[in-house]
Nanobody
Framework: QVHLVESGGGLVQAGGSLRLSCAASGIAYSINAMGWYRQAPGKQRELVASVSDGDSTNYADSVRGRFTVSRDNAKHTVFLQMNSLKPEDTAVYYC???????????????WGQGTQVTVSS
C-alpha cells in the first residue's frame, strides 16, 4: 500500500505563489504518473497537472503557464509550483499517484488527504 502525504497549502493573496509537495511512502513495484487534482466547493474534481515517470507533463488549460509540476523519483515526491494565483484557484488540492502493486503488478490510483489552497482577492 502506498500512502501520499501533501503539504504546502495555505492562504495567499491574488498574484502570490505557493508550492505544494506530496511524498509517497510504502511498498510498490513502481509508481507511474503522479499529479495534482483539485476540487472547489460545488464542483467536480479536476486534473490540474501531471508528470509521467519519464518527466512528460500535462496541464489544465486554466493553469498552463502559471503552474509547474515536477517530481523527484529518488524521493518519490511530486511538487506543484503555483505562481500568479487567482481567486478561482481556490480549492482542495489532492495528490495522485498511479501505483503498480508489487504482488500482482496491477494498477490502482492512490490519493492524498488533500490540502486547502485559498486565494483572496
Amino acid at each position: 500500500q502506498v500512502h501520499l502525504v501533501e503539504s504546502g497549502g495555505g492562504l495567499v493573496q491574488a498574484g502570490g505563489s505557493l508550492r505544494l509537495s506530496c511524498a509517497a511512502s510504502g511498498i510498490a513495484y513502481s509508481i507511474n504518473a503522479m499529479g495534482w487534482y483539485r476540487q472547489a466547493p460545488g464542483k467536480q474534481r479536476e486534473l490540474v497537472a501531471s508528470v509521467s515517470d519519464g518527466d512528460s507533463t500535462n496541464y489544465a488549460d486554466s493553469v498552463r503557464g502559471r503552474f509547474t509540476v515536477s517530481r523527484d523519483n529518488a524521493k518519490h515526491t511530486v511538487f506543484l509550483q503555483m505562481n500568479s494565483l487567482k481567486p478561482e484557484d481556490t480549492a482542495v488540492y489532492y495528490c495522485n499517484a498511479q501505483v503498480i502493486t508489487l504482488s500482482s503488478r496491477s494498477l490502482y490510483n492512490a490519493w492524498g488527504q488533500g490540502t486547502q489552497v485559498t486565494v483572496s482577492s
